[in-house]
């Protein structure tokens, strides 16, 4: 099981973290980022509020905010996801430590394979799979490729792999 830490936040603790974020955070997506990038994301009943954060310059003020928000509010308890997304994030034939595929739908049978494949599916069945993976693991799919996989619990309004980018 995927879990996380929910926090309740009163309208006042969110006006406290947007004034600590003046500047930091904007309305709209942008491209997908790298992975030295760190993205904050929130999502507000006006809609989405984001940053992406590369290399030092304001890296020190989104950590600062980041540890702000989860001390915000009070605990509501655990944050228990039982689906998942997994993303085909690189095709690489690097890595010593290479699997056969774990899941039981094939590479070419994700939704959006070969471009962007994304699978939503029950976290307990593809944590077993890659339960002793790492970064460095890469899995063989169906189809000769070596690829890397990331596995995202999905948030409580997450239905499916568009909802990730919304």
């Known amino acids: 099981m995927v879990t996380g830490t929910r926090r309740f936040l009163t309208p006042d603790d969110v006006d406290r973290l947007y004034a600590r974020a003046a500047g930091l955070l904007s309305s709209g997506r942008g491209d997908a ?81 070969p471009s962007r494949p994304c699978l939503v599916t029950d976290a307990a069945a593809v944590l077993a799979a890659v339960r002793t993976a790492t970064v460095d693991t890469r899995w ?12 995202r619990p999905l948030l409580a309004y997450e239905k499916s792999c568009i909802d990730l980018g919304s």
């Open 33 to 113: 980022p790298d992975a030295s990038t760190l993205v904050i994301r929130i999502r507000t009943a006006s809609g989405w509020h984001e940053t992406s954060v590369r290399g030092d310059g304001d890296r020190g003020r989104a950590d600062e905010f980041m540890a702000a928000a989860t001390r915000a509010g009070t605990d509501a308890g655990a944050y228990r996801s039982e689906r998942v997304a997994v993303v085909v994030v690189a095709d690489s034939d690097g890595g010593s430590d290479v699997r056969p595929w774990p899941l039981s739908t094939p590479a070419t049978g994700m939704p959006g394979y």
């Open 140 to 151: 063989t799919t169906d189809d000769g490729h070596r690829v890397a996989l990331r596995v």
